[in-house]
């Protein structure tokens, strides 16, 4: 009983862990789409009274640089990498429970 409920435990930190990282992959995935279009000339499609709305006192302190081409990419190498472990490890806490 303790080992199905260590299992399950198992079963579940790795689901998660798998969610938060496609959840990274995915917002990284929006920012690489939203930097190729504004290199396209792509106007914004929120308005500017929305965007400050959603900054907060930190943000607004700070100056906004986007980042390089190359980090972004990187940036989504690195998540896919990872999200690839993850699902592994789901996978075999899975397997395990078979």
């Known amino acids: 009983m303790k080992l199905e409920r260590l ?7 790795a689901h998660a ?10 917002e990284a995935q929006q920012r690489e789409r939203v930097a190729l279009a ?8 929120v308005s500017p009274a929305d965007r ?10 700070r100056v906004h640089r986007p980042r390089p081409n190359s980090r972004r990419r990187e940036e989504m190498v690195i998540l896919r990498q990872a999200m690839y ?4 490890k789901l996978d075999a806490v ?4 078979a």
Do not use: M, Y
């Open 7 to 13: 299992e399950s435990i198992r079963n579940t930190a």
């Open 17 to 26: 862990e798998l969610e938060k990282l496609t959840r990274r992959f995915e």
């Open 38 to 45: 504004r290199r396209r000339g792509q106007l914004s499609t």
């Open 52 to 61: 400050a709305r959603r900054l907060s006192p930190a943000v607004l302190s």
């Open 85 to 88: 472990a993850a699902r592994d």
């Open 94 to 97: 899975r397997r395990s429970l």
